[in-house]
């Protein structure tokens, strides 16, 4: 089938399909396109990356706890041996994948996600110094049979998820990068034959490679930015396939095929560029930390970027932003936890009272919001109608290898009816269906 059909295809998708299953419609269209079978191995409930299937912090779980109980959900385990490290958890057929350190290595895990108990520890490199708190910063991505994880120096690996044997290795200085101030915090992401990362340097910002090899497919040398410390988004917009992605002063997208820029605008950060885009529809919108605040920009049909507004009011760190309809709900600097208008960039309602400054997830209709100082989570609607707790619990225990001016900083996520939460070397599980 010519290219066009395929195009004409996958912007029905946008249109009418539910953003969560765009990414796995878009795996099967390929295969049918090209006349093969093409067999899902991933289950719906699946979390294979960064924020979930769709890279937006949806879980697909329904049936939730509508409330917590006094003390929070019932905790059904700890892992203690995870190590240093801020890795969130990829959850695929019963197995949760994360990263973490031994033996002075930044190591790749595998636990059974019932039980909790350790499946199998792979080295992938050197441990990150830092003084924030040594080891790997990403979440891993899996793959089918393959699973792929790189740690805060820029090594990374392509593993087998049966026993964790390396296939392949890359290192992002061979690829032109400088390792960043905080180490690389990128979650690598995984669409159709590719791998892709973002090095940053002078051979190209961002790199595609063959997810069988390693070898590298193209790289992006129109643009040659730093990387920062956001993670690569997947999207249709305008009907082209492409990858969204930000350093400390740019937004851009990224042609699936080539590696050419088919759009660039600037944005003003400054120290540290964190957050995942959200793409919706045509639309991108960003946020970051250090005063900076947030733009939402409509790419038109010509791929000329038009600003919608630009202000100051979200200023997220690196707790991340998640998109709940026409709103965008987070933790903003200096102004707590906010429901933002999407479409106008207006607050909503703000809390900075019930809760501190930290990190969420969403599920079933619910934020779950992680406070990184005390360790306290909090169940509340993600509605515009205010700051509404449903619950709360604190985390017990809590590391004591945690760097002096490190926090609990992993993201929360909810898969197949359970909670998982992370302070470095524990790793906890709870019940929330």
Request: overall charge neutral; proline content about 4%; hydrophobic content about 35%.
């Amino acid at each position: 089938m010519s290219s066009q059909p395929m195009r004409a295809l996958f912007i029905l998708m946008k249109h009418f399909v539910d953003p969560l299953k765009i990414s796995i419609m878009r795996q099967v269209a390929l295969g049918l396109i090209a006349g093969q079978t093409l067999v899902w191995t991933q289950a719906d409930s699946d979390w294979p990356q960064w924020r979930g299937p769709a890279r937006d912090g949806h879980s697909s779980d329904t049936e939730l706890l509508a409330s917590w109980p006094d003390g929070g959900p019932k905790q059904l385990w700890i892992y203690r041996d995870a190590g240093k490290g801020y890795a969130g958890p990829a959850i695929v057929a019963g197995t949760l994948y994360t990263m973490g350190t031994q033996d002075n290595q930044s190591t790749l895990i595998a636990l059974d996600a019932k039980s909790g108990k350790g499946k199998w520890t792979t080295k992938i490199g050197d441990i990150l110094g830092n003084g924030w708190g040594d080891g790997p910063r990403g979440t891993p991505s899996v793959d089918g049979e393959r699973v792929y994880a790189m740690n805060g120096g820029g090594d990374l690996v392509c593993a087998k998820t049966s026993d964790g044997s390396i296939i392949w290795r890359k290192s992002m200085k061979e690829l032109g990068g400088n390792v960043p101030n905080w180490g690389y915090t990128e979650s690598v992401l995984v669409d159709g034959e590719k791998v892709l990362a973002t090095p940053g340097g002078d051979k190209g910002t961002m790199v595609a490679l063959n997810k069988m090899t390693g070898e590298v497919v193209w790289q992006s040398q129109d643009l040659q930015e730093n990387a920062h410390y956001s993670s690569i988004v997947p999207a249709t917009i305008q009907g082209q396939w492409q990858y969204v992605q930000r350093t400390e002063k740019s937004i851009f997208g990224i042609h699936a095929e080539t590696g050419a820029v088919l759009w660039k605008t600037d944005f003003p950060g400054r120290t540290a560029v964190i957050p995942t885009p959200i793409v919706y529809g045509n639309r991108v919108y960003v946020t970051a930390g250090y005063g900076t605040g947030c733009k939402a920009i409509e790419i038109m049909a010509n791929m000329e970027v038009k600003e919608l507004y630009s202000n100051r009011l979200m200023k997220n760190h690196h707790g991340g932003a998640i998109r709940v309809g026409a709103h965008v709900y987070g933790y903003s600097d200096g102004v707590g936890w906010l429901c933002q208008d999407l479409e106008t960039g207006e607050e909503v309602w703000s809390d900075k009272e019930s809760l501190g400054k930290g990190a969420l997830g969403l599920a079933d209709g619910k934020l779950i919001c992680l406070d990184e100082g005390s360790g306290k989570v909090m169940l509340i609607d993600a509605s515009p109608e205010g700051f509404k707790p449903r619950g709360s619990f604190t985390l017990d225990p809590q590391s004591e290898i945690r760097a002096s001016r490190g926090k609990i900083w992993t993201h929360p996520v909810v898969v197949d009816g359970k909670l998982y939460l992370r302070d470095q070397d524990l790793i906890y599980c709870y019940q929330v269906k």
